[in-house]
């Protein structure tokens, strides 16, 4: 089983920076597929960034919603997924939480709060 663990999550102004990180308990390159979901009260989760390795490329991709603002990343030595959360917007105010899917299954961490304020 893969146990992931994100931190970083915190209060921000609008417009300020945040970066999240998670960290897992396996050597990521094993694991195919990793990501970063969010879901706020009275909303479904939704997908924010993934980012997925085939051979030596990572492949990454992006809401809309959040596309040119957030980067995610992953140092593999590290075992660690980052998402850099630029240009903040009260909108982004949600619990996040990392995701990685290992063998065809999926792992959640427990999340994380971003708070964006006005």
């Known amino acids: 089983q893969v146990q992931l663990v994100e931190s970083g999550g915190g209060l921000v102004q609008a417009g300020g920076s945040l970066r999240l990180s998670c960290a897992a308990s396996?050597?990521?390159?094993?694991?195919?597929?990793m990501g970063w979901y969010r879901q706020a009260p009275g909303k479904q989760r939704e997908l924010v960034a993934t980012?997925?390795?085939?051979?030596?490329?990572?492949?990454?991709d992006y809401a809309d919603s959040v596309k040119g603002r957030f980067t995610i990343s992953r140092d593999n030595a590290k075992n660690t997924v980052f998402l850099q959360m630029n240009s903040l917007k009260p909108e982004d105010t949600s619990v996040y939480y990392c995701?990685?899917?290992?063998?065809?299954?999926?792992?959640w961490g427990q999340g994380t709060q971003v708070t964006v304020s006005s």
């Open positions: 396996e050597n990521i390159f094993s694991i195919n597929a």
């Open positions: 995701n990685a899917v290992h063998r065809g299954v999926d792992y």
């Open positions: 980012i997925i390795r085939r051979g030596t490329t990572n492949y990454v």
